[in-house]
């Protein structure tokens, strides 16, 4: 199945079929009780969004599909089991490797998760998804934080988030008798801001600043080495921060035991470094230049898309601020003028 992506519609297209036909279709699920067949409509019944062992399958094959891609430099090799933040990310990535090494990646080394423990939410209505936590062979000690989606029992499992967190770094979440966690909506009213709400703020904060986000790597640190490179001698970098929340790239949330949510989202970022007259711009390194059109001649336009991972407290909590536990980027585009 031929598949597109795009930051505008947020999620893949499908060639040749009626997604809206494929979906109703894929709705219904028939379960069996003692009286005979009910009909069970995935839209309005509250079910796990998956087994334990079909979230283990999915990370299985993303894991494969991942490593394929990653050693050929071939994203049509993972595009089926990556989508939103993660799939735009990688796919760039995949693009710039295939540009500076068209025989495949010389340092692929295969991706291997361990000890991966899975948090799978009971909910209704679509998409389904669930958080796989694991240890990797890559990034360190940190462990990486993956977040599966699927729009109906048809589709694949595709990973839309990839965070790296530090070991104990994620609260508890809250869990029935069964196992299964809980899904906060996107307009929930009972948090400081609702998930949905994230990404807006976070990029209003990095522009403007203010007491939304509690200080941090990636919040208040992050907006003063912004500060800091904004002007230099012979060159001027100006920094454009959108949210992004359509289709895919829509915030994810989980309850946590003391009555927050772990959110995750994603943002849309833009990075200008324009050269002074007699001065020009910094020499970017080779995957800059294998997604950059036009000719660098007094300016350099970077684009990236970023997917983060936050604590938002419950509304009435004695701090109120919002932290960010983790915030993956990638460069997407470049244009040089």
Not at 52 to 72: H, I, L
Not at 83 to 111: E, F, S, W, Y
Not at 136 to 160: M, Q
């Given at each position: 199945?031929?598949?597109?992506?795009?930051?505008?519609?947020?999620?893949?297209?499908?060639?040749?079929?009626?997604?809206?036909?494929?979906?109703?279709?894929?709705?219904?699920?028939?379960?069996?009780?003692?009286?005979?067949?009910?009909?069970?409509?995935?839209?309005?019944?509250?079910?796990?969004?998956?087994?334990?062992?079909?979230?283990?399958?999915?990370?299985?094959?993303?894991?494969?599909?991942?490593?394929?891609?990653?050693?050929?430099?071939?994203?049509?090799?993972?595009?089926?089991?990556?989508?939103?933040?993660?799939?735009?990310?990688?796919?760039?990535?995949?693009?710039?490797?295939?540009?500076?090494?068209?025989?495949?990646?010389?340092?692929?080394?295969?991706?291997?998760?361990?000890?991966?423990?899975?948090?799978?939410?009971?909910?209704?209505?679509?998409?389904?998804?669930?958080?796989?936590?694991?240890?990797?062979?890559?990034?360190?000690?940190?462990?990486?934080?993956?977040?599966?989606?699927?729009?109906?029992?048809?589709?694949?499992?595709?990973?839309?988030?990839?965070?790296?967190?530090?070991?104990?770094?994620?609260?508890?979440?809250?869990?029935?008798?069964?196992?299964?966690?809980?899904?906060?909506?996107?307009?929930s009213a009972e948090l400081v801001r609702a998930p949905e709400d994230l990404s807006k703020d976070y990029a209003t904060y990095l522009q403007n600043g203010g007491g939304t986000f509690a200080d941090?790597?990636?919040?208040?640190?992050?907006?003063?080495?912004?500060?800091?490179?904004?002007?230099k001698p012979g060159l001027a970098t100006q920094y454009i921060d959108e949210p992004l929340t359509n289709g895919d790239f829509a915030p994810l949330a989980l309850r946590t035991a003391d009555g927050?949510?772990?959110?995750?989202?994603?943002?849309?970022?833009?990075?200008?470094?324009?050269?002074?007259?007699?001065?020009?711009?910094?020499t970017p390194n080779e995957n800059v230049r294998a997604l950059t059109t036009g000719e660098i001649a007094r300016s350099l336009t970077m684009e990236f898309v970023a997917n983060e991972v936050a604590?938002?407290?419950?509304?009435?909590?004695?701090?109120?601020?919002?932290?960010?536990?983790?915030?993956?980027?990638?460069?997407?585009?470049?244009?040089?003028?």
């Amino acid at each position: 199945m031929t598949r597109e992506r795009s930051l505008t519609t947020g999620r893949p297209r499908l060639r040749g079929l009626d997604r809206n036909a494929l979906i109703a279709a894929s709705l219904t699920v028939v379960s069996l009780t003692a009286s005979g067949c009910v009909v069970v409509h995935g839209e309005r019944e509250v079910l796990p969004a998956a087994t334990q062992s079909e979230a283990a399958k999915a990370v299985q094959q993303f894991t494969t599909a991942y490593n394929k891609a990653d050693a050929a430099y071939d994203s049509s090799l993972d595009a089926e089991h990556t989508t939103g933040a993660l799939g735009a990310i990688d796919a760039a990535r995949l693009k710039a490797g295939r540009v500076n090494h068209p025989d495949g990646n010389p340092q692929h080394t295969p991706l291997v998760l361990t000890d991966v423990k899975y948090t799978i939410p009971k909910k209704a209505g679509w998409p389904r998804w669930f958080v796989a936590d694991a240890q990797a062979n890559k990034g360190g000690d940190a462990r990486w934080l993956l977040v599966f989606t699927r729009d109906a029992l048809s589709d694949p499992w595709e990973a839309a988030y990839l965070t790296l967190v530090a070991p104990g770094a994620l609260p508890e979440f809250t869990k029935d008798k069964d196992g299964w966690a809980e899904a906060v909506p996107a307009d929930s009213a009972e948090l400081v801001r609702a998930p949905e709400d994230l990404s807006k703020d976070y990029a209003t904060y990095l522009q403007n600043g203010g007491g939304t986000f509690a200080d941090g790597a990636y919040t208040s640190e992050l907006r003063s080495t912004r500060a800091k490179n904004s002007s230099k001698p012979g060159l001027a970098t100006q920094y454009i921060d959108e949210p992004l929340t359509n289709g895919d790239f829509a915030p994810l949330a989980l309850r946590t035991a003391d009555g927050g949510a772990l959110v995750f989202f994603t943002t849309h970022h833009y990075v200008k470094q324009t050269a002074a007259a007699g001065a020009s711009v910094p020499t970017p390194n080779e995957n800059v230049r294998a997604l950059t059109t036009g000719e660098i001649a007094r300016s350099l336009t970077m684009e990236f898309v970023a997917n983060e991972v936050a604590l938002a407290p419950a509304k009435g909590s004695a701090d109120g601020k919002m932290s960010l536990l983790s915030r993956l980027e990638g460069l997407t585009a470049a244009k040089g003028e």
